[in-house]
């Protein structure tokens, strides 16, 4: 989480950056590095009802909201960047976020979030199976003439326009949400457009405790302890 927060500080489009926790052990690590860090319920339900739990605590209104989620030690601040300026150049969208190629030995491991947008960069859906899936069952390249479209792995960055946030944490849980466990689907099943940006990222975020090691040897890779 530090590593990750101290990434999201070189974001130069951030005009604040809180910490959104329910967990002193989390809170506590993250003071000591010089983080504002606002206490929410133990009860939110997922990563954009915190965001809104954080943000009405917050002396300062704003225009955006961007959801960090603090298993991503690895993003680049340019990206957060990029994700807020989308949102930003996209008036029918309420929502941005990034995906990132995929490795096609990843594209069927459940912890990884695929993603399948329109022509225009819009999410169609995303899903922890394999999207698009295919007859075959297997990953395998797209026809001609699109062999070198990849699959597309969803990044732990999410960024709303503040007055969508609190009404998204109005709306009902949806079917397609409950049934993937992905708040985002929420979203486009109550027809609002979320606008993707395919970016060039490094490596997945920490799902599960067997991806620690693969990210700790990135960090070593870059000669980060």
Same mark, same amino acid.
């Given at each position: +989480?530090?590593?990750? $927060?101290? %990434?999201?500080? /070189?974001?130069?489009? *951030?005009?604040?950056?809180?910490?959104?926790?329910?967990?002193? &052990? +989390?809170?506590?690590?993250?003071?000591?590095?010089?983080?504002?860090?606002?206490?929410?319920? !133990?009860?939110?339900?997922?990563?954009?009802?915190?965001?809104?739990?954080?943000?009405?605590? *917050?002396?300062?209104?704003?225009?955006?909201?961007?959801?960090?989620? @603090?298993?991503?030690?690895?993003?680049?601040?340019?990206?957060?960047?990029?994700?807020?300026?989308?949102? %930003?150049?996209?008036?029918?969208?309420? $929502?941005?976020?990034?995906?990132?190629? #995929?490795?096609?030995?990843?594209? /069927?491991? &459940?912890?990884?979030?695929?993603?399948?947008?329109?022509?225009?960069?819009?999410?169609?859906? =995303?899903?922890? @199976?394999? *999207?698009?899936?295919?007859?075959?069952?297997?990953?395998?390249? =797209?026809?001609?003439?699109? /062999?070198?479209?990849?699959?597309?792995?969803?990044?732990?960055? /999410?960024? $709303?326009?503040? %007055? =969508? *946030?609190?009404? $998204?944490?109005?709306?009902?849980?949806?079917?397609? #949400?409950? #049934?993937?466990?992905?708040?985002?689907?929420?979203?486009? !099943?109550? @027809?609002?457009?979320?606008?993707?940006?395919?970016?060039?990222?490094?490596?997945? @975020?920490?799902?599960?405790?067997?991806?620690?090691?693969?990210?700790?040897?990135?960090?070593?890779?870059?000669?980060?302890?």
């Amino acid at each position: +989480i530090v590593r990750t $927060y101290e %990434q999201a500080k /070189q974001a130069t489009s *951030l005009h604040a950056l809180v910490v959104a926790t329910d967990d002193e &052990r +989390i809170a506590a690590a993250c003071r000591k590095a010089g983080a504002q860090v606002v206490m929410t319920p !133990e009860d939110c339900p997922n990563g954009t009802e915190r965001c809104q739990a954080a943000v009405v605590q *917050l002396e300062e209104d704003y225009d955006i909201v961007v959801n960090i989620q @603090g298993d991503e030690p690895l993003l680049e601040p340019h990206i957060i960047d990029d994700v807020v300026a989308a949102l %930003q150049a996209a008036p029918d969208a309420v $929502y941005s976020t990034a995906c990132t190629p #995929m490795q096609e030995g990843e594209v /069927q491991l &459940r912890q990884r979030v695929k993603c399948v947008t329109d022509l225009n960069g819009y999410a169609l859906y =995303f899903s922890r @199976g394999m *999207l698009p899936h295919n007859k075959d069952g297997a990953p395998r390249r =797209f026809p001609a003439p699109f /062999q070198d479209k990849p699959y597309l792995l969803h990044l732990g960055l /999410q960024c $709303y326009d503040r %007055q =969508f *946030l609190a009404k $998204y944490c109005a709306m009902e849980p949806t079917p397609l #949400m409950l #049934m993937e466990d992905l708040e985002q689907l929420k979203v486009l !099943e109550n @027809g609002y457009r979320i606008k993707v940006i395919v970016v060039d990222h490094c490596a997945h @975020g920490v799902d599960e405790p067997q991806d620690v090691a693969s990210i700790e040897a990135v960090l070593r890779s870059q000669g980060i302890s």
